[in-house]
T-cell receptor, first 115, second 113 residues
Framework: AQKVTQAQTEISVVEKEDVTLDCVYE???????LFWYKQPPSGELVFLIR??????QNEISGRYSWNFQKSTSSFNFTITASQVVDSAVYFC????????????FGQGTRLTINP | DSGVTQTPKHLITATGQRVTLRCSPR?????VYWYQQSLDQGLQFLIQ???????AKGNILERFSAQQFPDLHSELNLSSLELGDSALYFC????????????FGPGTRLTVT
């Protein structure tokens, strides 16, 4: 069975601080995808990134960066110099590459950036 | 804007009733997925259709059913509604089964009273 754990239920920081959202996953699949989605207060789910299990290179996109470590089954997300607009619920998700391509989501981390 | 549309945005209905949620995927996307987001269960996969055929099933109740039509839009039918069915229902789409990036619609918020 697949499982995604986001242990941090809520995080609150002051604007311009760096913040890391943790994601730990469990799967028996040898190949899989990992994702991060953002759910702002408006409610829609916004795709942020997809990572293949065979590509452990870290990725940076502007103020966002992702650290994938297969050895610890973690796929952490860091926001540098946070802004109020980053306030949202962030979801980590997992899916096999073969077979049923359903996303298994973590419970989400509610991030609040205070001015 | 992801390009995925869902109607209606909000739906309020009574227990025991039946509702239909509609989803239009992004132009060119063949695969449609339905998810339910509730406070107690979180975000859960319900069902996937690919080019009109059911592809995968998740935690979908027998009272729920879905289909994908020849024009690729999809409908999720919820019947004999219970209070616990109140949730945000998302539709997502992706191009095919190999390029796997799911883009989500704005969701339909269902309230069962």
């Amino acid at each position: 069975a697949q499982k995604v754990t986001q242990a941090q239920t809520e995080i609150s920081v002051v604007e311009k601080e760096d913040v890391t959202l943790d994601c730990v996953y469990e799967t028996r699949d040898t190949t899989y995808y990992l994702f991060w989605y953002k759910q702002p207060p408006s409610g829609e789910l916004v795709f942020l990134i997809r990572r293949n299990s065979f590509d452990e290179q870290n990725e940076i996109s502007g103020r966002y960066s992702w650290n994938f470590q297969k050895s610890t089954s973690s796929f952490n997300f860091t926001i540098t110099a946070s802004q109020v607009v980053d306030s949202a619920v962030y979801f980590c998700a997992l899916s096999p590459i073969q077979g049923a391509q359903k996303l298994v989501f973590g419970q989400g981390t509610r991030l609040t950036i205070n001015p | 804007d992801s390009g995925v549309t869902q109607t209606p945005k909000h739906l309020i209905t009574a227990t025991g009733q039946r509702v239909t949620l509609r989803c239009s995927p992004r132009s060119g996307d063949l695969s449609v997925y339905w998810y339910q987001q509730s406070l107690d269960q979180g975000l859960q996969f319900l069902i996937q259709y690919y080019n009109g055929e059911e592809r995968a099933k998740g935690n979908i109740l027998e009272r729920f059913s879905a289909q994908q039509f020849p024009d690729l839009h999809s409908e999720l039918n919820l019947s004999s509604l219970e209070l616990g069915d109140s949730a945000l229902y998302f539709c997502a789409s992706s191009v095919d089964l190999t390029l796997y990036e799911q883009y989500f619609g704005p969701g339909t918020r269902l309230t069962v009273t």
